[in-house]
């Protein structure tokens, strides 16, 4: 049950996912009701899945009473079931390629609609990793905050890895427990022969540097606005 407590703790990181979720719940709606089709109606459900990680870190968050061994081994599981989904967060700024299925004034109207499905994702993704770094921290004091911001930025490149998997080879986060053996070998095989996978890596390294300048401008705003 959602307390009074919980809600005014988290109220202002939940109020910007809110408010961003209605923007572009929204524009999805006008873009609906302006083509008469529900082409992009995916984008919904991509959302709900960019929503995952957020609402796994801020419960485990919010759960979490002690930094006893009890609690460091419940978040084992925690952790790799919310970076099994983590992906699917920024996964949404690479729909942006659905773009490409118009012309004329529908460019705009998508490019528009998929942007703002992609910030809120990008908005989910950077809150939740927020909450995780807090949890490990928490858990595992002291550790500096170089080592942390280390561990961040490693999470937004396995987040740019696991979009090129989906993005490109079509796995899915499910895939992870029914074919677990095929998305290790797709896997190993970008690392073992990277020459033949060039435009892979193209991908993997523009995402992991756009994700981590990203966060760098997130916590350097959050840095500012704590002192202030």
Request: with cysteine; proline share 3%.
């Amino acid at each position: 049950m959602i307390t009074k407590t919980f809600l005014f703790k988290n109220y202002k990181s939940l109020k910007t996912l809110f408010v961003a979720t209605i923007i572009c719940s929204g524009l999805l709606a006008v873009r609906i009701k302006l083509t008469h089709d529900f082409y992009m109606l995916f984008m919904a459900w991509n959302l709900i899945l960019a929503l995952i990680p957020f609402v796994i870190s801020i419960t485990f968050l919010q759960g979490l009473k002690d930094v006893s061994g009890k609690s460091k081994l419940a978040f084992i599981p925690v952790a790799m079931l919310w970076l099994l989904f983590l992906p699917n967060a920024p996964y949404m700024i690479t729909d942006l390629i659905h773009t490409n299925n118009h012309s004329g004034f529908l460019i705009f109207v998508d490019t528009i609609t998929i942007s703002s499905f992609a910030i809120t994702g990008m908005i989910a993704a950077l809150q939740s990793m927020d909450h995780m770094i807090a949890i490990i921290a928490k858990l595992w004091q002291p550790l500096s905050k170089f080592r942390l911001r280390i561990m961040q930025h490693s999470l937004w490149w396995l987040s740019a890895l696991g979009i090129y998997l989906g993005r490109v080879l079509r796995w899915n986060s499910w895939d992870i427990v029914k074919r677990p053996m095929h998305i290790v070998n797709d896997t190993i095989a970008l690392f073992t022969d990277p020459f033949t996978h060039k435009s892979a890596w193209l991908l993997i390294i523009g995402l992991g540097v756009l994700f981590s300048f990203v966060q760098y401008v997130y916590s350097k705003y959050n840095r500012h606005e704590t002192e202030e």
